[in-house]
Nanobody
Framework: QIQLGESGGGMVEAGGSLTLSCQVS????????ITWFRQAPGKEREFVGL????????IYADSVKGRFTFPADNPKDTVSLQMNDLKPEDTAVYYC???????????????WGEGTQVTVSS
């Protein structure tokens, strides 16, 4: 059974940093894409970043490029998302999801974590 769990959310001032983690189980880590999405109140869920250890992929949405990164080292079966220079518009619930397909569409993912709240104050 594939399971995902996010951690690391919280409240931070604009310009601050947070690191989110997504721990996965029940799958062969190198064969799956682990993707971060976020959803702000009243808005659709949007792509943030895609990671694959097996396919050596690190893809970022334009809105976070240069500020968010997937660190080079991660604990086993965990994908971290380092978020720097946070802005109030980054406020959202952040979710990680996993699947076989190389896709940025949330509807294409069957397995999701429960999400972690990130709040950035101005």
């Amino acid at each position: 059974q594939i399971q995902l769990g996010e951690s690391g959310g919280g409240m931070v001032e604009a310009g601050g940093s947070l690191t989110l983690s997504c721990q996965v189980s029940g799958l062969v880590f190198s064969r799956y894409y682990i993707t971060w999405f976020r959803q702000a109140p009243g808005k659709e869920r949007e792509f943030v970043g895609l990671f694959s250890a097996g396919y050596d992929k690190r893809i970022y949405a334009d809105s976070v490029k240069g500020r968010f990164t997937f660190p080079a080292d991660n604990p086993k079966d965990t994908v971290s998302l380092q978020m720097n220079d946070l802005k109030p518009e980054d406020t959202a619930v952040y979710y990680c999801a996993t699947g076989y397909a190389y896709t940025f569409r949330p509807d294409d993912y069957d397995y999701w974590g429960e999400g972690t709240q990130v709040t950035v104050s101005s």
